[in-house]
């Protein structure tokens, strides 16, 4: 009953934006980080931005300024503003909850920038 669900994935071209969303839902213990990571065709997954349970965000080197992770209802929802979207940012994208007891993953949502 433990579940993470993304959605706002899609297709956009090169300069576009994109926002992503995951709302977590079911019995857990305390939260103490949501984020995103990602992982691209052939390559390994990698963590893209992170947000802290009083509101501290971190973002790797390849989003920082572009991306834009924040939290709302309660901290139980998560998203991620992706503007000047780049062939390279293409990707499935994982929500992700960590709690005092385990990490959750979420299914992915594909994000698609063509060159």
């Known amino acids: 009953q433990v579940q993470l669900a993304e959605s706002g994935g899609g297709l956009v071209q090169p300069g576009g934006s994109l926002r992503l969303s995951c709302a977590a839902s079911?019995?857990?213990?305390?939260?103490?980080?949501m984020g995103w990571y990602r992982q691209a065709s052939g390559k390994d997954r990698e963590l893209v931005a992170t947000i802290t349970s009083d509101g501290s965000t971190n973002y790797a080197d390849s989003v920082k300024g572009r991306f834009t992770i924040s939290s709302g209802n309660a901290k139980r929802t998560v998203y991620l503003q992706m503007n000047r979207l780049k062939p390279e940012d293409t990707a499935v994208y994982y929500c992700?909850?960590?709690?005092?007891?385990?990490?959750?993953w979420g299914q992915g949502t594909q994000v698609t920038v063509p060159s």
């Open positions: 079911g019995s857990f213990s305390r939260i103490t980080v």
């Open positions: 992700n909850t960590r709690t005092v007891i385990r990490t959750y």
